[in-house]
């Protein structure tokens, strides 16, 4: 984008410059100036604080701390750079740090910030009057915790992680502030890009819903584990794919032919089915050479979970899901086992 200066007589480019390049200082000069207008990088909130770092065993600093009108605590942070560093990772740390802060602190925080200033306000006061608040709503405060990345710019790595962040549900959000001109004729351009403002309201709508249906994929899981009964042997609290794993070896063992058993799963592959006696490395040279490096994680590989019968090595498949119990049970009335059973684990 090109910034033009335009008078009677012309519309002129002004040069893009850089921050390092006009002798703009990140601290002393940067944060000094904005957060007397930190409206230009995140409208609708009141600094508390600046380089806070009021917690045990750390040197770390807030560049800017304050809160918006929904009473959330806001961790701001700026960069000159033009990747904008690792941001992103000091500023969720920052927002753990002050997530637990209360009104009290947070007035109390306010007052030094004031005091440094030489500024006479009263703390609370001007608090209660920016929340538009008559009186304390102590359970309403820091509530949620939100984060602004300011800088000249910014990578793709760092996007990338902010986008993921939102994704799950971080209120994070990057503006980018480009100089142009000269030192003693700056022009700045600010603009938020992550979200896009144009697209914001959109892009909260499709990021609630990816949650939600995140949650609800969770929510639908299956994490039943299971007790395998051989005989008098119990092997307790497997997941699906051990359960199935246990009783596969177990009926091998009391007789069952692999390739029978194989006839009474329809909906997958039971087995990788291998010519000879071959042991873990081997088999999985096998499943990489027939199939892909990465399809060796849905077998049984180790030696003492493979099966040997009648001159040929069986991995079993450990890609089970919801028809884990339905599989077990089918495989043990075909072969009649009346001496294995499964059992949902108490």
């Excluded at 807030?62 to 000159?80: C, N, Q, T």
Aim: proline letters at 3%; one cysteine or more; charged letters at 30%.
């Amino acid at each position: 984008m090109t910034i033009y200066r335009m008078n009677n007589e012309s519309i002129d480019p002004v040069d893009e410059a850089t921050f390092s390049q006009l002798g703009i200082k990140e601290r002393d000069d940067l944060q000094r100036l904005l957060r007397d207008r930190i409206e230009i990088v995140a409208p609708g909130t009141l600094v508390i604080s600046e380089e806070f770092g009021d917690w045990d065993d750390s040197r770390r600093r807030i560049d800017l701390l304050a809160i918006d009108k929904e009473a959330s605590i806001v961790v701001i942070e700026l960069k000159r750079t033009e990747g904008g560093g690792h941001m992103e990772l000091q500023a969720v740390r920052y927002a753990a740090m002050v997530s637990t802060m209360t009104f009290e602190q947070a007035v109390e925080v306010y007052a030094s910030y004031l005091r440094s200033r030489q500024d006479s306000r009263d703390p609370r006061e001007t608090i209660l009057d920016f929340l538009e608040w008559e009186d304390l709503q102590e359970e309403a405060f820091g509530t949620d915790v939100r984060i602004v990345l300011a800088s000249a710019n910014f990578s793709k790595e760092l996007t990338t992680a902010v986008l993921w962040l939102r994704d799950r549900t971080v209120d994070i959000r990057c503006v980018r502030i480009r100089p142009y001109g000269s030192k003693d004729d700056m022009l700045l351009d600010v603009q938020q890009v992550v979200p896009l403002p144009e697209a914001e309201d959109y892009q909260i709508r499709v990021e609630r819903k990816a949650v939600k249906n995140r949650e609800a994929r969770t929510s639908s899981r299956d994490f039943t584990r299971f007790d395998v009964h051989v005989g008098e042997l119990v092997i307790p609290n497997l997941p699906k794919r051990r359960a199935v794993l246990h009783v596969v070896k177990a009926l091998v063992d009391d007789g069952a032919d692999p390739d029978h058993l194989e006839q009474h799963v329809t909906w997958r592959s039971l087995f990788f089915k291998v010519e000879g006696q071959v042991g873990s490395d081997d088999i999985i040279e096998l499943i990489s050479t027939q199939n892909s490096p990465g399809n060796v994680r849905r077998w049984f590989t180790a030696d003492d979970e493979l099966i040997h019968h009648n001159g040929s090595t069986y991995a079993v498949c450990n890609q089970w899901g919801r028809k884990t119990e339905s599989t077990i049970s089918d495989m043990l009335a075909a072969m009649n086992s009346h001496n294995i059973r499964i059992k949902a684990s108490s």
